[in-house]
């Protein structure tokens, strides 16, 4: 399995579940931070030469500003209720759409997993998708996780 094959820009928002909220503004800063890394990284998958630069540049941008919506709209609930599921797609076959709810804040979203296999260093991985609804927006998103060998997983893309 290729697991640098897929960008996920909304992804973040799992990676958003690890961020604190003691004080304003840490969950759009965290948002922003992830979203500008992971927009790098999709960027710097397209094009080649000055090409995969302006895309990797467009590709910070893109995903900080995204990152900032997502991390300022979720709250705490939403989170808990996403890493349900997610723990939950890591067990569902391929292709089963385990969804999530937050009644109170009108957020929802979907977890696919769409492929698994082997990385190579021989730790069991999950590709996935994901759709997060925040404000009536779905953002979407793709990503990898692998089981580490203490049986948790971990987001590697």
């Not at 640098?4 to 503004?25: D, E, H, R, W």
């Not at 467009?58 to 997502?70: H, I, K, P, R, S």
């Not at 808990?80 to 292709?95: D, I, K, L, S």
Request: charged fraction near 15%.
């Amino acid at each position: 399995m290729k697991i640098g094959k897929y960008m996920i820009p909304a992804v973040l928002a799992v990676a958003l579940a690890a961020c604190s909220n003691t004080g304003n503004g840490e969950k759009e800063m965290g948002g922003t931070l992830v979203g500008a890394g992971l927009g790098g990284l999709a960027g710097s998958q397209i094009g080649g030469g000055t090409g995969r630069l302006v895309a990797t540049g467009a590709g910070v941008l893109l995903g900080g500003l995204l990152g900032n919506q997502v991390g300022k709209s979720l709250d705490n609930a939403d989170r808990a209720e996403m890493q349900r599921a997610q723990q939950t797609a890591y067990a569902a076959p391929v292709g089963q759409q385990i969804t999530w709810n937050n009644a109170q804040s009108g957020h929802s979203g979907t977890i696919t997993p769409t492929r698994d296999g082997h990385d190579a260093g021989g730790n069991y991985c999950r590709e996935f998708q994901q759709t997060i609804n925040v404000g009536g927006q779905p953002q979407q998103g793709y990503g990898t996780a692998c089981r580490q060998p203490d049986g948790t997983w971990k987001i590697v893309q």
